[in-house]
């Protein structure tokens, strides 16, 4: 079964609009953290938002901002006033704590590309 | 450097010959990922080192993968007589730790195409 699942190949945003890309993940391990990474045509994986599992709130950085379902087991990445740099590759990834035992492992999906346009 | 360095960032290789791909972490960093990448897909976890434990191998996709890390720093993935489905980009990463919420850094990769 997969780990995370994003549903949306591609995506398509409008200049200074925002756009929701949508990520769900599967686990049965109580601690574990969601990442967010950005990867433009020049291929370097960019961080951008972390979320762990105790969290109370959801994360925020900038722009970008995590919408955390829990129960959903759903951690759908908000991009605000979207920029023509914000087109890229956009990967899900999750770790899981294995009790405690974690090796930082990252579990990617398969990515969505997102589109901005002028 | 300042972040991740991988070498060489292009590699064609005939079928059958070995190849050796290296990853300079940042420095202080303990732990170092390998992840596999094709074509427009996800990445694929290939092997994990941290600090001086045994390293994690689960990943690998056969006997013909194999990976070092000397001293804690430099390591070195190695893929002994390539196959064409071993064409992909193989990206390292580095973290301060293996925590649950350290993020990783990744290097520009290595593009591998195995003619």
């Known amino acids: 079964a997969q780990k995370i699942t994003q549903t949306q190949p591609g995506m398509f945003v409008q200049e200074k609009e925002a756009v929701t890309l949508d990520c769900t993940y599967d686990?049965?391990?109580?601690?574990?953290?969601l990442f967010w990474y950005k990867q433009p045509s020049s291929g370097e994986m960019i961080f951008l938002i972390y979320?762990?599992?105790?969290?109370?709130q959801n994360a925020t950085e900038g722009r970008y901002s995590l919408n955390f379902q829990k129960a959903r087991k759903s951690a759908n990445l908000v991009i605000s006033a979207s920029q023509l740099g914000d087109s890229a590759m956009y990967f899900c990834?999750?770790?899981?704590?294995?009790?405690?035992?974690?090796?930082?492992?990252?579990?990617f999906g398969q990515g969505t590309i997102l589109t901005v346009h002028p | 450097g300042a972040g991740v360095s991988q070498s060489p960032s292009n590699k064609v290789t005939e079928k059958g010959k070995d190849v050796e791909l290296r990853c300079d972490p940042i420095?202080?960093?303990?732990?170092l990922y390998w992840y596999r990448q094709s074509l427009g897909q996800g990445l694929e976890f290939l092997i994990y080192?941290?600090?001086?434990?045994?390293?994690?191998k689960s990943g690998l996709p056969s006997d013909r993968f194999s990976a070092e890390r000397t001293g804690g720093s430099v390591s070195t993935l190695t893929i002994q007589r390539t196959q064409q489905e071993d064409s992909a980009v193989y990206l390292c990463?580095?973290?301060?730790?293996?925590?649950?919420?350290?993020?990783?850094?990744f290097g520009q990769g290595t593009r591998l195409t195995v003619v």
């Open positions: 990834a999750m770790k899981e704590d294995a009790g405690g035992t974690s090796y930082g492992k990252l579990t």
């Open positions: 080192f941290q600090g001086n434990s045994a390293p994690d």
């Open positions: 979320q762990g599992s105790y969290d109370q």
């Open positions: 686990t049965s391990d109580p601690s574990y953290g």
């Open positions: 990463a580095s973290s301060l730790w293996a925590g649950l919420n350290t993020e990783a850094f």
């Open positions: 420095s202080g960093h303990t732990a």
